[in-house]
């Protein structure tokens, strides 16, 4: 199955298309132009340099959260009118998950963080045994001293990767000694590990509804904490 993966959650966006496991191509892109002018163009050069078509595509699969959260609308509605033009499965995975598989680790515990701003990091924790993840924390919005309780007795390395993996290298390593930041290029959320997700998603028998699928951002925008504000005010003064 030819899976056409977008991760737009952050400020790079990039594409990749998979078939059964094997990565076929993938284009990423970390130049400050908006995921709406490139991502599309992006998916039709690579399809073009596969020597496919649209046509040729099987499924869809998109990062759906967490993350910013005007990244993550438009690689959902991507994806989603990607599928709908070809009736095609459309899958939405876990930016998070998505970013633990593209590690590769092959022993050790995996967590992604990405700056969820208001000193909270979007966060999980996964646990890779010869190759085979698991999942060990949902995912979650919490603040740095609540991830160092949850991860400073791990009993193995701890790989942190994302864009927030830096900021809590440099914060929690004194008090959790186990943390290692990988390389470059295995940190950051790219579209591969989407497709991957996407492709154990299919394995399970998940049908890929794309009707069904809408953005996780574990918690409000800025405008609905806002209002959800000024109505509790409004209440107050009543």
């Excluded at 496991?21 to 399809?47: C, P």
């Excluded at 959260?65 to 990607?82: C, E, H, L, M």
């Excluded at 890779?128 to 979650?140: P, Q």
Aim: charged residues 25%; negative net charge.
């Amino acid at each position: 199955m030819k899976i056409l993966a977008f991760e737009t959650s952050a400020k790079a966006a990039s594409v990749a298309l998979m078939d059964k496991g094997k990565l076929l191509g993938e284009s990423y892109q970390n130049t400050g132009l908006t995921h709406s002018q490139t991502l599309m163009v992006m998916a039709e050069d690579l399809l073009k340099t596969c020597n496919l078509t649209v046509k040729d595509v099987d499924a869809v699969a998109v990062a759906a959260g967490p993350g910013s959260f005007t990244g993550v609308r438009i690689g959902v509605a991507a994806a989603k009118g990607f599928a709908w033009g070809g009736e095609l499965p459309c899958y939405g995975v876990s930016t998070l998950e998505a970013m633990a598989l593209n590690l590769g680790v092959w022993e050790g515990f995996v967590v992604p963080a990405m700056d969820a701003r208001r000193n909270q990091v979007y966060t999980a924790i996964f646990h890779a045994e010869k190759g085979v993840l698991t999942r060990v924390e949902e995912d979650m919005a919490i603040s740095l001293e609540e991830l160092k309780e949850k991860i400073k007795n791990l009993p193995e390395s701890v790989f942190l990767v994302g864009d927030g993996a830096l900021l809590c290298y440099n914060t929690l390593l004194e008090e959790v000694p186990g943390l290692v930041l990988p390389p470059e290029h295995r940190m950051h959320q790219r579209a591969a590990g989407v497709a991957l997700a996407a492709q154990q998603k299919a394995d399970a028998g998940d049908p890929g509804n794309g009707a069904e699928l809408t953005p996780n951002y574990l918690r409000l925008s800025q405008a609905e904490r806002e209002r959800a504000a000024r109505e509790n005010r409004e209440k107050g003064a009543n």
